[in-house]
C-alpha cells in the first residue's frame, strides 16, 4: 500500500493550501480516506474523512466551512484544500485508509473523533506551517 501525501509548506495566516496524497496497492473503491494532523508536543487530532464513493465527507469542527477533501477516483489521489488557515492549523498532516464502504456518518464521526483508531494503513505526512 502506497499513501504519499505532498503540497504541504509555509502559508500566512489566511492563505490557503492543497494537500495531496496519491495512492496505489489497494482496492481504490473499498476504502474510505481521512486526513489527520499532529502538531508538535499535541496528539493527534482527526480532520476530515470521505467515503469510498465520494459521495459522503465529515470535518472536525475545526475544519468544517474552510477545509474540502475530496477524491479522484481517476488518479486515485485524495485531496485537502484548506482555506482561511490559521497559525493553529500548523501540523503534520497524514492521510490514512480504512476498509469500508458503507456511508453512515456515525462511522466517519467515530474515525476523525477516534482519533484514527483502527485505520488500515497511513501515509508518511507533510508538514504546514502557518505563520502569523
Known amino acids: 500500500v502506497q499513501l504519499q501525501a505532498s503540497g504541504g509548506g509555509l502559508v500566512q495566516s489566511g492563505g490557503s493550501l492543497r494537500l495531496s496524497c496519491a495512492t496505489g496497492?489497494?482496492?481504490?473503491?473499498?476504502?474510505?480516506m481521512c486526513w489527520f494532523r499532529q502538531a508538535s508536543g499535541k496528539e493527534r487530532e482527526g480532520v476530515s474523512c470521505?467515503?469510498?464513493?465520494?459521495?459522503?465527507?465529515y470535518y472536525s469542527e475545526s475544519a468544517k466551512g474552510r477545509f474540502t477533501i475530496s477524491r479522484d477516483h481517476v488518479r486515485k489521489t485524495v485531496y485537502l484544500l484548506m482555506n482561511s488557515l490559521r497559525p493553529e492549523d500548523t501540523a503534520e498532516y497524514y492521510c490514512?485508509?480504512?476498509?469500508?464502504?458503507?456511508?453512515?456518518?456515525?462511522?466517519?464521526?467515530?474515525?476523525?473523533?477516534?482519533?484514527?483508531?483502527?485505520?488500515?494503513?497511513w501515509g508518511e505526512g507533510t508538514q504546514v506551517t502557518v505563520s502569523s
Open positions: 490514512a485508509i480504512k476498509a469500508y464502504q458503507d456511508e453512515a456518518i456515525w462511522y466517519f464521526r467515530h474515525l476523525v473523533e477516534g482519533p484514527g483508531q483502527g485505520m488500515d494503513y
Open positions: 470521505i467515503s469510498s464513493s465520494g459521495d459522503v465527507t
Open positions: 496497492g489497494f482496492a481504490w473503491g473499498d476504502y474510505a
